[in-house]
């Protein structure tokens, strides 16, 4: 585990944006893992500047959200699938037949979790999986006494996610309380990973989580047993290690 502290958030912005971008240039048709939330939004703002830039090409990459939210439908202004196009997608040259976000609206919710998994599969598994990470220490939607051997599944959100989250939401009534989510199997069978975090908010999770005993109770503590993550935290995030 490689663990980057830098000075703010703009730094683990560009140093995350470039990390991606290298891996792009080194593999253009590279698959992605990604994340939505506060945290990667400077570093898809940096990635759409290096496009911009001509530095990156996004025409071949794939790209896999680690999670969407439940009973939301891909055009609902909260839907992740929304937030990616917004945030990324819309600014960059990915090809959208090659974009996957699970859908929240799925009838047959174990078919839609085996197709995502397949699909994962048959592009040749994730070569670099963004994560952020909730203050209770969740990667994707995998909370608190997570099964560290599940794949994408439908999952609970607790209550600690559904009061972080209600901050986008008009009340907190409003906050979907289940999301379909890369499991942790998914996530650790990512080729590498890196996690970004700032703020005091996330100090806690992220010493428990890289100090800690590995424990279902702090999901992201598994990645202590991968063996290609890179941390990069702002100096708040990192201020308990
Ligand atoms: C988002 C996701 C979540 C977030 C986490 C942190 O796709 O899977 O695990 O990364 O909740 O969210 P922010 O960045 O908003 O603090």
Redesign the pocket.
Known sequence: MRILVLDNYEEISKKAALMIASQVMLKPNSVLGL?????PLGMYKELITLYNKKEVNFNEVRTFN??EYYGIDRENPQS?YNYMINNLFNSINVNRKNINVPDGMAMDVEAVCRCYENKIKEVGGIDMQV????GNG????NEPDVNFEAQTHLVNLNAQTIEANSRFFKSIKDVPIKAISMGIKTIMNSKKIILLANGIGKAEAIERAIKGKISPEIPASILQLHNDVTIILDKQAASLL
């Open positions: 994340a939505t939330g506060d945290t680690l999670d992740y994560l952020g990470i909730g969740h990667i994707g939607f």
